[in-house]
Structures are given as C-alpha cells and as structure tokens.
Nanobody
Framework: QVQLVESGGGSVQAGGSLRLSCRTSGIIFSRAAMGWFRQAPGKEREFVAAIGWNGALKYYADSVKGRFTISRDNAKNTANLQMNSLEPEDTAVYYC?????????????????????WGQGTQVTVSS
C-alpha cells in the first residue's frame, strides 16, 4: 500500500518561511519522480515544483521560482519543499505526489494527471 504523508504546514506572516516534507512508503522512492501541487479555495489544483529520481532535474512554477526549493532524500524516502519569502497568494493546501517513472522534457511532472499517488495535503496560510 502506497502512502504519502505531508507535514510542515502552518501559519506564517508574509516574508516568512516554511519547510514541507513528504514521507513515502510502499513505492521504490529512488525511482519515483515527486511533485508538489497546491490548491486554494475555489481554484484548481496547480503545479508548484517537481523533482526527478536523482534530484538532477527540477522544475518550478513561475510564481515560486527563486523562492521555493524542492529537494529529496532517497535514503529517507522523503521529498521536501523549502518555501521562503512567502506571500499571501501562497495560501493553499499543499499536496505531494509521486509517480513510478522519472521526469522528461515531455513529461516534466507539471500536470496532476501525470501522478499516480497523492498525499492528504497540508494547509499553508500566509497572512499579510
């Protein structure tokens, strides 16, 4: 049984930082591409960041480039999202996602339909 469990969400003021983690089980993590998505109330789920199996490939949404950093620790089966300079517009439920194949230029992990497995989400609230 595949499980993805996010942690690290919370409430911060604008300009603050949070670090999200996604602990996985039931998949061969070292071969999985990982992604982070977010969904604000009344909006569609949107791509935030993705990382390939060995961390060499990383993609970011334009809205978070330079502020967010995705990483992974294959020894711990964990993916992370470091979020700095947070803005009220970053307020959303953040989801991690996994798929059992790597990233490519044609499948860069930017669409929810590219992933097989999802976590339950963690709330991030940024106040102005």
């Amino acid at each position: 049984q595949v499980q993805l469990v996010e942690s690290g969400g919370g409430s911060v003021q604008a300009g603050g930082s949070l670090r999200l983690s996604c602990r996985t089980s039931g998949i061969i993590f070292s071969r999985a591409a990982m992604g982070w998505f977010r969904q604000a109330p009344g909006k569609e789920r949107e791509f935030v960041a993705a990382i390939g199996w060995n961390g060499a490939l990383k993609y970011y949404a334009d809205s978070v480039k330079g502020r967010f950093t995705i990483s992974r620790d294959n020894a711990k089966n964990t993916a992370n999202l470091q979020m700095n300079s947070l803005e009220p517009e970053d307020t959303a439920v953040y989801y991690c996602a996994a798929r059992s194949r790597g990233l490519t230029t044609n499948e860069a992990g930017t669409k929810p339909t590219e992933y097989n497995y999802w976590g339950q989400g963690t709330q991030v609230t940024v106040s102005s």
